[in-house]
């Protein structure tokens, strides 16, 4: 029997198309996303369904859906999705990363023109009669210096279209290999370096807790006098208030954004601004781009439902009924340690080498590759996935080392995951004892045992008397408790580590105050 897909939202025709072209049997509802009792009741026919934002994928939506076997979301944002509830029901939920990059890139140029020579102000005035030539005096892009902050899909476009308008183009972006860099004829610097010698500033990354607020008000204050900036990201990637601000003070010449920090956004610091340019997120707003989403998200199902393959999943790849209870818990151990290695990494990495031991070397380590890739790179890069974090490492040149065989030590299945930078190799093992939960079980060479937490403290300190007393009291102080807490050192009075699961986050201050104890050579706040 052929699978059949539901399409519950406005689609491209030719997507339509395209599942009929391939065998694929296609209901093609385009308003049922609106009405939710409707879509229940009759969910549970199909074994796909193809969306975009209109559709809102409940738990008691997928309690119904008996049949299905995939979600397809034509569009990159899969916030209408339950995620947990599809992981859960064993549904494979996919997105269209890559399918406006192109539309993206090409509002960030146009608005980069925008601004440059004051078009939307010129040309409300001279609609307006006024006539005023020697009003809008702009500035050529030729010569100039674009700094891209994030320099992935879309900033790499945007580099290439910098470089053809003649421009100097720098990139900050810790994932960018010095080669890929070459390849695309840009420069590639620390972000101090950008700020200071760019005079446009485009954004190309993912909103993270790393990059939020990445133009703040300390950072617009190491720009360039009159420089110009473009955010057609993400919104909360610059502080507005303090952009409004620097604009005032004639320090930031103009600024043109197409996302904000809320949205719909009917009120902002920059609206008013006679230097600043604004449009209602419409950088994915092209025919081109609705089309290319539409045909990769219909080909990207008929591949799954016809042939298992599984391209942009967000969730985690197919395994067999068999293999799920046993490669479930690796997965999460995987990803884990990735993340682990991540949140401790701010510089450059170079190579990243997973060795598989024992029982876990037959599984599908391919899979569990991907995790430990994605919850490396995702501190940095929210929108990966398991399924793509290979080929985005690949793209930004960091190399993925996997190697596996039999069990040399205490542990039946032990996974270690080492990232190489510039400056440093750091390296975290792990396993899954008979409880199902993954456990840290060394780190740097020093044995430890401990739980993944949703919140924990990570510290390196030198091995020496009361300082266990001390970070105790100050989280006692701050009315941080303490779940786990879980010690190792190579030796008596050599280096120590301290991984303590705390309820709740753990403050900058309060983390500040940790770093400043005299045993202590670094702290960190952990997520999981």
């Not at 539901?6 to 030719?14: E, G, N, R, V, W």
Request: net charge negative; hydrophobic share 45%; glycine share 8%.
């Amino acid at each position: 029997m052929a699978p059949r897909v539901l399409i519950s939202d406005k689609l491209s025709p030719a997507a339509i198309q395209i599942f009929k072209d391939r065998g694929v049997e296609v209901d093609f509802q385009p308003d049922l996303g609106k009405d939710k009792d409707k879509l229940a009741e009759i969910i549970g026919n199909y074994d796909g369904l193809a969306i975009r934002s209109a559709t809102k994928v409940t738990p008691k939506i997928l309690e119904k859906a008996s049949r299905l076997k995939v979600i397809g979301r034509a569009g990159i944002g899969v916030d209408n999705v339950d995620l947990p509830a599809a992981t859960a029901k064993g549904v494979i939920v996919m997105n269209t990363p890559f399918g406006n990059s192109i539309t993206t890139a090409e509002h960030a140029i146009a608005m980069m023109f925008a601004l440059a020579r004051e078009i939307p102000a010129a040309d409300a005035s001279t609609q307006a009669g006024k006539w005023e030539k020697n009003r809008f005096m702009g500035v050529e892009l030729t010569a100039k210096t674009l700094g891209i902050i994030g320099c992935g899909n879309i900033g790499s476009i945007v580099a290439e279209r910098g470089v053809g308008l003649k421009m100097k183009v720098i990139a900050f972006d810790p994932f960018l290999s010095p080669e890929r860099a070459l390849d695309l004829g840009v420069e590639k610097v620390e972000l101090e370096d950008l700020l200071a010698r760019a005079d446009f500033i485009t954004l190309h990354t993912p909103l993270t807790e790393k990059t939020k607020n990445i133009l703040s008000a300390e950072n617009l204050a190491k720009t360039k006098k009159g420089v110009r900036i473009i955010n057609c990201a993400r919104g909360g990637l610059v502080d507005e208030a303090a952009l409004r601000a620097a604009l005032d003070s004639g320090h930031v010449a103009g600024a043109a954004f197409d996302v904000f920090t809320v949205e719909p956004a009917e009120q902002n610091p920059l609206f008013g601004h006679p230097n600043v340019v604004c449009t209602p997120h419409l950088g994915a707003a092209t025919t081109e781009a609705q089309e290319n989403v539409a045909l990769q998200v219909a080909e990207q199902m008929s591949d799954y439902l016809l042939t298992g393959a599984i391209s942009n999943a967000v969730n985690f790849p197919s395994i067999t009924a068999e293999e799920a209870p046993k490669l479930k818990p690796f997965i999460e151990l995987a990803e884990k340690l990735g993340s682990f290695a991540g949140q401790l990494t701010d510089t450059d990495i170079k190579t990243v080498r997973i060795i598989y031991e024992g029982a876990v070397a037959d599984l599908k380590v391919k899979a569990l590759t991907s995790a430990a890739v994605a919850g490396l790179l995702r501190p940095a890069l929210a929108d990966i996935n398991v399924v793509s974090a290979p080929s985005v490492a690949k793209e930004r040149g960091v190399v993925i080392e996997e190697t596996t065989r039999a069990a040399t030590g205490d542990y039946e299945s032990l996974i270690t995951v080492t990232v190489v930078t510039e400056q440093f190799e750091r390296s975290v093992s792990g396993t899954v004892f008979a409880d199902g939960h993954p456990r840290i079980v060394n780190i740097k060479g020093i044995k430890v045992d401990a739980e993944f937490a949703p919140a924990m403290v990570y510290v390196t300190n030198e091995d020496k008397p009361g300082f266990i007393g001390r970070f105790a009291g100050l989280l006692g102080d701050a009315g941080i408790n303490i779940a786990t807490f879980a010690l190792g050192r190579d030796h008596a009075g050599g280096d120590a580590i301290a991984l303590v699961a705390v309820d709740g986050a753990v403050p900058a201050e309060l983390l500040a105050k940790v770093q400043a104890l005299p045993q202590v050579k670094a702290a960190k706040a952990l997520a999981f």
